[in-house]
């Protein structure tokens, strides 16, 4: 009884290799927030980098490599779209999109950690985590924009979401190609 209750508590424990992928992940997910178009919701690849993050390393790494990201930006480390840190951004109109990142991983751990691990279980909780992303961003960018002037809902999505579609279902195709070839390598 003594030896599995040790085990339950080694395995839930990090090691290094563990922490050592989580800030890969996190400076991935930065260096491809980088690469981007700037609009009102600038285009970037991060959305890429999120699913990959979550894809390859599982739910619980990617979901730190997210925080771990999100965290580096608040405190100052311009990580964010253009260079940009701090809480304003967080707080500003497109945070909400960022904070979906975060809402999207856990939502990602929650269904792969339910059903298992499998590719279309996976590919599924990306899109639906992108569902989730879109609607929190959107929601949080048409609050923080009502402060300036009423927005509408067809408005908001025009600017902030269906533009993004097809570029983003494209970054989640890519995350879960790579996902599939180089989880196995991870573990």
Known sequence: MAETTVKTVNRSKWNTLDMVYVGIFAVLIAICSWISIPTVVPFTM??????????????????????????MGAVGIPVFAGFTAGAGILFGMTGGYILGFLLSTLLYWGITRAFGEKFWVSVLSMLLG??????????????????????????????????????????????????????????
């Open 46 to 71: 991060q959305t890429f980098a999120v699913f990959a993050a979550v894809g390859i390393l599982g739910g619980r790494r990617g979901t730190f490599a997210v925080l771990v990201y999100i965290l």
């Open 130 to 187: 992108m569902a989730v992303c879109y609607a929190f961003g959107t929601a949080w960018f048409m609050a923080v924009y009502s402060k300036n002037g009423a927005i509408g809902i067809g408005a908001a999505l025009g600017m902030c979401v269906i533009p993004f579609v097809i570029p983003d279902l494209c970054k989640i195709a890519l995350a879960a190609a790579l996902s599939k070839a180089l989880k196995p390598h991870v573990r």
